[in-house]
């Protein structure tokens, strides 16, 4: 480990109580069996925090207009005491970086400092992180930053242009594929397979000439790939947003179970220490504040932390470290998430009534109830909040038809419009945008 910052000195600790407290919680964390990335700590005031908040931890990320303003945003909440800051941030990288605010007591920092453990842990174990590219992610983020800032200063493309390609770009950075692991067949494989299903089966009649043969759902690089009128460093540009997207989607996919993880073995790591009384009562008081219930929400935190506990307690540890190698939150929740765990966490689903403009309670975890509730909450974790779209074809007019994957959910129009309108720029030729809402096909 090492920290970045020469005057640490603060009213209860120094570098030297750091590095100390840093020791013991790596060889308790050995003792469990954890593998993780060697962490490199930032020591950063409350500002450069919400710097860092602004920019995902990644302060070498691209400009872009939506950075500063989520600064500002935070910014004006903490000023208010609307919100507080994360007590820790850490990178996806190797060694993993990791930011603590200088502003914290000690038993904040001993406690995210084991709780930094779990998230690399988690990092480096998981599948869907398998291919993020943890050595060479830092390097990919500066090299996007690098081409943006050379954009920017190019007099005849300038920071009008590329903002104009990052908006659009932004709005369907997400729409790329959800499985990690499985790799998208090349054409001349999709064609190889189309060619021997056709020779096993007689009444099997695909279009060969079909761009793309089968549902393409990383849309961004397809248009990239296959966009008529994008010049080279608008094409590139796009390639950028992609692969950073690439990058955060997997954190999308396993928030609960990356947090609850983390929160785990933070609370196993701290207990192994026998922390002296002063240190001890505060850590377990910070500790029941992250893992407290919401009023009315979902608290990542406090779900992952509480399932986890069920698997320990049922199947033992050595259980839990399988499962946080496999699974991605809705096969966690699927699996694990049973009818006496939903019970006990009192968890229920609700709609919101447009026409009255009132909020129901629909389903209760008692009896049959649970099951609807566990599914409800599945629907709504990560990305599955965000709608999917695919490329179906090319038409022979160059128009690309483009679906929506409808799963009991209608499209908002407003947002689906607006998005259109940007599909339409980058394609630069016509686009269709199609799907079923209220049970009737719209064509944007």
């Given at each position: 480990?090492?920290?970045?910052?020469?005057?640490?000195?603060?009213?209860?600790?120094?570098?030297?109580?750091?590095?100390?407290?840093?020791?013991?919680?790596?060889?308790?964390?050995?003792?469990?069996?954890?593998?993780?990335?060697?962490?490199?700590?930032?020591?950063?005031?409350?500002?450069?925090?919400?710097?860092?908040?602004?920019?995902?931890?990644?302060?070498?990320?691209?400009?872009?207009?939506?950075?500063?303003?989520?600064?500002?945003?935070?910014?004006?909440?903490?000023?208010?005491?609307?919100?507080?800051?994360?007590?820790?941030?850490?990178?996806?990288?190797?060694?993993?970086?990791?930011?603590?605010?200088?502003?914290?007591?000690?038993?904040?920092?001993?406690?995210?400092?084991?709780?930094?453990?779990?998230?690399?842990?988690?990092?480096?174990?998981?599948?869907?992180?398998?291919?993020?590219?943890?050595?060479?992610?830092?390097?990919?983020?500066?090299?996007?930053?690098?081409?943006?800032?050379?954009?920017?200063?190019?007099?005849?493309?300038?920071?009008?242009?590329?903002?104009?390609?990052?908006?659009?770009?932004?709005?369907?950075?997400?729409?790329?594929?959800?499985?990690?692991?499985?790799?998208?067949?090349?054409?001349?494989?999709?064609?190889?397979?189309?060619?021997?299903?056709?020779?096993?089966?007689?009444?099997?009649?695909?279009?060969?000439?079909?761009?793309?043969?089968?549902?393409?759902?990383?849309?961004?690089?397809?248009?990239?790939?296959?966009?008529?009128?994008?010049?080279?460093?608008?094409?590139?540009?796009?390639?950028?947003?992609?692969?950073?997207?690439?990058?955060?989607?997997?954190?999308?996919?396993?928030?609960?179970?990356?947090?609850?993880?983390?929160?785990?073995?933070?609370?196993?790591?701290?207990?192994?220490?026998?922390?002296?009384?002063?240190?001890?009562?505060?850590?377990?008081?910070?500790?029941?504040?992250?893992?407290?219930?919401?009023?009315?929400?979902?608290?990542?935190?406090?779900?992952?932390?509480?399932?986890?506990?069920?698997?320990?307690e049922d199947e033992g540890f050595e259980a839990a470290m399988r499962v946080r190698e496999v699974h991605n939150d809705m096969s966690f929740l699927r699996f694990y998430a049973d009818e006496q765990f939903m019970q006990d966490m009192n968890y229920f689903s609700y709609s919101f009534k447009k026409a009255k403009k009132s909020t129901t309670i629909d389903d209760i975890s008692d009896g049959e109830g649970w099951e609807k509730?566990?599914?409800?909450?599945?629907?709504?974790?990560?990305?599955?909040?965000?709608?999917i779209v695919y490329v179906d074809e090319i038409e022979k007019d160059n128009t690309l038809v483009i679906k929506h994957e409808h799963d009991g959910r209608d499209l908002d129009i407003q947002y689906a419009n607006k998005v259109y309108k940007h599909l339409e720029a980058l394609w630069g030729d016509k686009v269709k945008l199609v799907s079923l809402i209220e049970n009737e096909t719209w064509e944007f």
């Open positions: 480990m090492r920290f970045s910052e020469e005057n640490l000195l603060m009213s209860d600790w120094t570098e030297a109580d750091l590095i100390k407290w840093d020791d013991k919680i790596l060889r308790v964390a050995e003792e469990l069996g954890l593998d993780w990335h060697p962490i490199d700590y930032e020591i950063i005031d409350y500002q450069e925090m919400l710097g860092a908040m602004a920019y995902v931890g990644l302060p070498t990320h691209y400009r872009h207009w939506s950075f500063g303003k989520e600064y500002e945003r935070t910014h004006t909440l903490y000023n208010m005491g609307q919100t507080g800051l994360p007590y820790e941030m850490i990178i996806n990288s190797n060694p993993s970086i990791a930011y603590l605010m200088r502003e914290n007591a000690l038993y904040i920092h001993i406690l995210t400092m084991a709780h930094c453990v779990g998230h690399s842990d988690f990092f480096k174990q998981n599948r869907m992180f398998s291919d993020t590219n943890p050595n060479h992610i830092i390097d990919t983020f500066k090299a996007g930053s690098r081409f943006v800032r050379q954009l920017i200063e190019d007099p005849s493309i300038g920071i009008d242009n590329v903002e104009a390609i990052l908006d659009a770009a932004h709005s369907i950075k997400y729409q790329g594929p959800r499985f990690r692991g499985v790799k998208q067949q090349s054409r001349e494989d999709q064609l190889v397979n189309a060619r021997n299903r056709m020779s096993a089966d007689p009444e099997y009649h695909p279009d060969l000439e079909k761009i793309p043969l089968q549902p393409e759902y990383n849309v961004l690089q397809f248009i990239a790939e296959h966009s008529k009128h994008l010049k080279e460093w608008e094409r590139h540009l796009l390639l950028i947003v992609e692969e950073s997207s690439q990058y955060f989607i997997p954190q999308a996919l396993t928030k609960i179970m990356n947090e609850g993880w983390a929160c785990t073995i933070h609370y196993k790591i701290v207990h192994e220490l026998n922390l002296p009384d002063g240190l001890h009562l505060p850590f377990l008081k910070l500790h029941n504040q992250v893992v407290r219930p919401h009023l009315g929400q979902m608290n990542p935190y406090h779900l992952g932390f509480k399932l986890f506990e069920k698997i320990i509730v566990r599914d409800e909450l599945i629907r709504n974790v990560g990305l599955n909040r965000v709608p």
